[in-house]
């Protein structure tokens, strides 16, 4: 009996296995600042809707903030309610979305398979990168995606008639559904009709569900929806729902200044960045493979390409657009490893190359980029973007350390191709869940606050010394750190206009900040430069 076997023969050693798993999302996520845009922007909405008072209306700036709806933000005041307003409140949702998703996967895997493969479902998801770093982030789509995923999988089971009371799953996939689009917008059930649309074309339209079971399902859908908006019209009238739509046609059409990418851009980041379950799923993806049961097999590839197609056709492509895949990928990969721990499916030579292959690169990279850094002044040499320059020149010396988390991924890499040529899958999949957790963990502890000093530290440095002083602060480029870190207050009308900040007749000192390529502010005799550091000029001016 392999290890995997053993821990899944009872329900205690795979509770304690998958809560220890889950403890690498917590461990060490308020370690470093937000990033900007994303994680400061939404844990900035929570910190306004504290102060505020004000807990339907999402804000940033304490202007209405149209793009999202609340729920996320609901979940992060909670935990800021809990542990104070910082960076481990923000993220400490996901992380606990990561324990859920381990025990979600799981339990699926256990009822329509076995308890080892629910095992191994848990296992792939978490020893994959970017999905592993998905629940140590502030970022909304965690929670989003487990949502459409429930919803998906209710829906499996209705279409399949897993069940006694089919409209009770048709209406759980609604309340999923309902809570996916509170979250982050009508994409969500997007996501559900597209998967659901495709799916049917497949099997040629010979399943549907009943009447009875599609009205339960938009009974579900609309409960949520529409006890939420209910409560914002009475409050704000209908702006919320032209907004929203006005905003996610414009989102799909136009794209967002920095994030415009190649078509290919988020097959990249899905094959490299979900390394190893990438890997592992691709004799799945591309190939007829026998049936599964509740055709979950189908359904997955489905969402897959869904997912991949629709925001490679999007012009805004952004790293975490395409995290939908992760669920849907991992079941793929973990089908495919418990077919070949148990004889019936043979995994190819390429994919054991692909595997120690892709592993020896991200090794390599981990390894060579604290090096790389180490060599400031030859790096320095290379570039010539001067805010690059000043940011590497103010970061803290990097040491042979950095690279240590490398050479842990780099030696559980090799210990698990060993294990893969041998045939002991289970081995295999530990080694490789145990170089994600610890390489990551390391990581997140040794490299991140140096780049986080690097790229942002300066700044929020100077925002946290000055949060208690009552004064306006204005960013020359597109930033929500001010915001959070100042724990800046409602303003005047004027406040928010930079140009009567920066020639108005302002009653209080004004703080500006720009980055270190941009001298507009030198032309003002009344602004003075108090500081340059890292790639930031720090101004102050002074009512008269």
């Known amino acids: 009996m392999s290890i995997l076997d053993r821990i899944a023969s009872q329900r205690k050693y795979t509770y304690a296995f ?4 889950s403890a690498f999302f917590v461990i060490g996520i308020g370690h470093i600042h937000l990033f900007d845009w994303d994680e400061i922007n939404f844990a900035e909405s929570a910190r306004e809707m504290i102060e505020s008072g004000d807990y339907l209306r999402v804000q940033i700036n304490y202007l209405p903030f149209w793009e999202k709806p609340p729920f996320f933000f609901w979940l992060q005041v909670a935990s800021m309610k809990i542990f104070g307003v910082g960076d481990f409140a923000a993220r400490f949702p996901n992380a606990i979305f990561g324990l859920i998703y381990l025990f979600t996967f799981y339990f699926i895997g256990k009822r329509h398979f076995s308890a080892k493969f629910g095992l191994i479902w848990s296992i792939v998801f978490f020893a994959s990168l970017l999905p592993h770093l998905y629940f140590k982030s502030g970022i909304i789509d965690p929670v989003f995606n487990y949502f459409i995923f429930l919803s998906i999988y209710f829906m499996i089971r209705v279409l399949a008639k897993d069940g006694q009371s089919i409209w009770r799953l048709a209406l759980y996939a609604g309340l999923f ?15 559900l009709g597209l998967t659901f649309a495709v799916y049917i074309v497949v099997k040629r339209f010979k399943v549907f569900p009943s009447l009875l079971s599609v009205l339960a399902f938009i009974g579900g859908m609309f409960l949520i929806i529409g006890f939420w908006l209910s409560l914002e019209v009475y409050q704000n009238g209908f702006d919320i729902i032209i907004k929203f739509i006005e905003y996610q046609i414009e989102l799909f059409r136009t794209p967002v200044a920095g994030h415009e990418q190649p078509f290919y851009y988020h097959f990249i980041v899905v094959g490299l960045g979900c390394f190893p379950m990438s890997i592992f799923a691709l004799p799945y993806l591309f190939r007829k493979r026998p049936p599964t049961i509740l055709d979950m097999k189908t359904w997955m590839l489905c969402l897959f390409w869904v997912v991949l197609i629709l925001f490679s056709i999007t012009t805004t492509k952004i790293i975490h657009y395409s995290s939908m895949t992760y669920a849907p990928l991992s079941f793929l990969a973990a089908l495919s490893i418990y077919r070949a721990s148990k004889g019936t499916f043979e995994l190819k030579k390429y994919v054991s190359i692909l595997f120690i292959s892709i592993g020896l690169i991200m090794s390599a990279v ?21 805010f690059a320059v000043a940011s590497i020149e103010n970061t803290t010396p990097w040491t042979y350390i950095d690279s240590l988390g490398g050479v842990i991924l780099l030696v559980f890499i090799i210990i698990g191709f060993i294990h893969f040529r041998k045939g002991q899958f289970d081995k295999m999949l530990l080694s490789a869940a145990s170089g994600t957790g610890l390489s990551l963990l390391v990581i997140l502890l040794t490299v991140m606050p140096k780049v986080d000093s ?13 949060a208690n002083e009552d004064c306006y602060i204005e960013t020359f480029y597109k930033s929500y750190a001010p915001y959070f870190y100042a724990q800046t207050t409602s303003g005047s009308i004027e406040s928010r206009d930079q140009n009567w900040l920066v020639k108005g007749p302002i009653n209080k000192r004004v703080y500006m900040i720009t980055k270190i390529t941009n001298l507009g502010l030198e032309r003002f005799p009344d602004i003075k430069l108090i500081k340059i550091e890292g790639g930031f000029r720090f101004y102050q001016r002074d009512p008269k």
Do not use: A, C, H, R
Not at 371 to 385: A, F, P
């Open 454 to 466: 690097m790229t942002q530290g300066p700044v929020i440095n100077f925002y946290e010394e000055i």
């Open 18 to 21: 998958l809560v220890f798993l």
């Open 366 to 386: 981990m390894i060579t980029f604290p090096l790389l850094l180490k060599q400031k002044d030859w790096l320095i040499s290379k570039m010539n973007d001067p």
């Open 177 to 191: 559904s309902g809570l996916s689009v509170i979250t982050k917008g009508p994409v969500g059930f997007l996501l």
